[in-house]
């Protein structure tokens, strides 16, 4: 079974993953932090598109300077999320492969809806507030299938876990 965690930064997906014993964890931070080193295929999409200036001379990727001058910016990240999650796609299939697809595998990222065709179903960890706010929209999970489950968490650890085995058990 291959599921994906999805939410907002700090909303809890870390946690969400730990209580998930069993299942190997694949995290979009760390594929994205191979992509950005030095001759990777990230490093070199990044430094051919939007220059050398984003990089220390040791090669490093300055991620808040890049980030700062994306900011708000919808073009300017289309364009970055255009050349870095096709590739983030391709790390998480490595990684599948390698450990290989009949053992139990979480892949967490903040955008999991990229990675809908690699998984059997996501799984949504939000705060109430934003919660209620997605559920107001439909807009996050009308056009996704694959989202079984949303946790609100409202940063009780000990809840959010047992709501999290109570209602993982029913799909597995």
């Known amino acids: 079974m291959i599921i994906g965690?999805?939410?907002?930064?700090?909303?809890?997906?870390?946690?969400?993953?730990?209580?998930m014993t069993g299942f190997v964890h694949v995290d979009e931070k760390l594929l994205r932090k191979k992509l950005y080193s030095y001759e990777n295929d990230g490093y070199r999409q990044i430094y051919n598109y939007f220059g050398e200036e984003f990089f220390t001379s040791k090669g490093v990727l300055k991620e808040k300077k890049l980030e700062n001058f994306i900011g708000k910016d919808f073009l300017k990240m289309?364009?970055?999320n255009n050349i870095i999650d096709p590739l983030l796609i391709n790390e998480a299939q490595k990684e599948i492969d390698r450990v290989g697809r009949e053992r139990n595998i979480v892949i967490e990222a903040d955008n999991i809806q990229k990675y809908q065709s690699l998984l059997d179903f996501m799984i949504w960890v939000d705060a109430p507030v934003l919660c209620e706010y997605?559920?107001?929209?439909?807009y996050l999970f009308s056009h996704c299938a694959k989202f079984k489950l949303i946790l609100s968490n409202d940063f009780d650890l000990k809840k959010l876990e047992r709501v999290f085995i109570k209602e993982f058990e029913k799909y597995q």
């Open 78 to 80: 289309r364009i970055l």
């Open 134 to 138: 997605a559920k107001q929209q439909k």
């Open 5 to 19: 965690i999805g939410g907002y930064r700090g909303v809890g997906k870390s946690s969400v993953v730990s209580f």
